[in-house]
């Protein structure tokens, strides 16, 4: 199993330029989720997933849209890059709804907008 | 108000001593905690919880205790090693909303040889 694959590993974009960070797990998970984390400071939640077709807001999703076609993938799209969103992204998975079941992390995308 | 605090950004601990790594929250309504270690260029790592009922949980060379009259948490680990050194986040959720996790900004800990 890899587990949670996050893709690109680091990526430097223009204001006002639009990318997608893509998200991959292979344990057939339901809940997916992507936080941001900003320097010095703890994880913010963006968007989550309960299952395929099924997203829906976390605490900062302004600037940010998701979908979630198969169970297995939940990219996040920004579609104007804004300096404030420069960050790194980390995209999650677990079985169940509840924080008592493990959360599995990806190794994070870094990203710059200059 | 629904905050996790870690007061100290970073800690340097001898190796073989304990290092304690302590955490507080606002919100009463918190009461499941999550410890999760982050190491450079990874995602952060499950590392150990503890459920409101219990205020002590146990896992090798890590312990959890939790005071809930002062709202406030610690991490312990005896003897620290080399590998323990990384960023911690401290988390909490709350019963009403089991499936949101709020995240402290994370301390920093640094294994002295």
């Known amino acids: 199993n890899a587990g949670v694959t996050q893709t690109p590993k680091f990526r430097i974009l223009k204001i006002g330029q639009s990318m997608t960070l893509q998200c991959t797990q292979d344990?057939?998970?339901?809940?997916m989720y992507w936080y941001r984390q900003d320097p010095g400071m703890g994880l913010k939640l963006i968007y989550y997933?309960?299952?395929?077709?099924?997203?829906d807001k976390g605490e900062v999703p302004n600037g940010y849209n998701v979908s979630r076609s198969t169970t297995e993938d939940f990219p996040l799209r920004l579609e104007l890059a804004a300096p404030s969103q420069t960050s790194v992204y980390f995209c999650?998975?677990?079985?169940?709804?509840?924080?008592?079941?493990?959360?599995?992390f990806g190794p994070g995308t870094r990203l710059l907008v200059l | 108000d629904q905050q996790v605090k870690q007061n100290s950004p970073s800690l340097s601990v001898q190796e073989g001593r304990i290092s304690i790594l302590n955490c507080d929250y606002t919100?009463?309504?918190?009461?499941?905690f999550l410890w999760y270690k982050k190491y450079p260029a990874e995602g952060p790592t499950f590392l150990i919880s503890?459920?409101?009922?219990?205020d002590k949980n146990e896992d090798g060379r890590f312990t959890v205790f939790l005071n809930k009259s002062a709202k406030h948490l610690s991490l312990h680990i005896v003897p620290s090693q080399p590998g323990d050194s990384a960023v911690y986040f401290c988390?909490?959720?709350?019963?009403?909303?089991?499936?949101?996790?709020?995240f402290g900004k994370g301390t920093r800990l640094h294994i002295l040889p």
């Open positions: 344990m057939n998970h339901n809940y």
């Open positions: 988390a909490a959720s709350a019963m009403n909303r089991d499936d949101k996790i709020i």
């Open positions: 999650a998975s677990r079985t169940g709804t509840s924080v008592r079941q493990t959360q599995y």
């Open positions: 997933s309960v299952g395929a077709g099924i997203t």
């Open positions: 919100y009463s309504m918190f009461d499941y």
């Open positions: 503890i459920s409101s009922i219990k």
